[in-house]
């Protein structure tokens, strides 16, 4: 009897384990986003691709995205302290990459809202007047704008994230300067948007769908990804749900960020899979 009782007991505990570990490799690849560096603003979406494919030659994982004053900024990096983001930033500017930059914080909301007047979290005494060789536009922050606030609530994470995504409609999008691979693009921009919700997941489309929950199509969320492709094991494409069966996708290099409904015909075919990262 005593024996039994041991081996229920170990069972249970290596089915614990098992499912533990099993939690763990979905989440592979995910993880809390630090401190990033975001370069000043541009007027021409254009400067910032540029200045985005610059930091990408020298390895440098950048993207670029518009606020909403109608201004670019470029952001990149993930770093556990400021100091240590500030000590890159300061190392690019003395190497004539950049000549302005403000640190983002973790968990920083950049886009909260679909609507109504943009706001902007003011830009603290690091950021320095730029040069004329990269032109950026450094608008006057309106000081009677509030802050943005910390979202902790991983429920409500999954709606910024799509109302980031829409934020991207209509921004012809680039992703790897030149160098771009086929089908990074759309990942690409789908990792952008998590990165701005403070979230890092992998970058390839493949990757991702092996990462995060497994969601049907019948229970589609705010914010999780759909996934395309011949098979689980050929995926080429990837969006991010908005919410009314629909998905903001960039449809291929160098075109405009768009929103698409997940059963239009092409889309229905190819519909692969759902992940979702925020629970």
């Excluded at 730029?130 to 009677?144: A, G, T």
Aim: proline share 5%; glycine share 8%; charged share 25%.
């Amino acid at each position: 009897m005593i024996f039994r009782t041991q081996l229920l007991v170990l069972l249970f505990c290596f089915s614990v384990l098992t499912a533990h570990a099993a939690k763990i490799a979905k989440t592979a690849g995910i993880s809390r986003l630090g401190y990033a560096i975001q370069m000043g603003a541009f007027s021409d979406v254009k400067n910032a691709e540029r200045f985005s494919a610059k930091l990408q030659s020298k390895g440098i994982e950048a993207f670029y995205f518009r606020k909403d004053n109608g201004m670019y900024a470029v952001r990149f990096g993930d770093f556990s302290t400021k100091e240590k983001a500030r000590t890159e930033a300061k190392k690019l500017v003395a190497e004539r990459l950049i000549d302005s930059f403000y640190i983002a914080p973790p968990n920083e909301v950049v886009f909260s809202r679909s609507k109504g007047p943009g706001w902007q979290k003011p830009q603290p005494d690091e950021i320095r007047k730029p040069s004329p060789s990269l032109q950026p536009i450094v608008p006057k922050e309106d000081i009677e704008k509030p802050t943005p606030k910390t979202v902790s609530k991983e429920r409500d994470m999954g709606a910024i994230a799509a109302r980031t995504a829409e934020r991207f409609v209509g921004i012809p999008y680039r992703w790897g300067g030149d160098n771009v691979i086929e089908g990074m693009d759309c990942s690409g921009f789908v990792r952008a948007v998590y990165n701005l919700c403070g979230l890092s997941i992998p970058r390839t489309s493949s990757d991702q769908f092996k990462a995060g929950e497994s969601v049907s199509k019948a229970d589609l969320m705010d914010g999780d990804l759909v996934f395309f492709g011949s098979s689980a094991d050929k995926i080429n494409h990837v969006g991010i749900y908005v919410g009314g069966g629909r998905f903001v996708h960039a449809p291929r290099r160098g075109e405009e960020i768009r929103v698409t409904e997940v059963n239009e015909s092409y889309f229905e075919k190819r519909f692969v899979g759902a992940r979702r990262y925020f629970q």
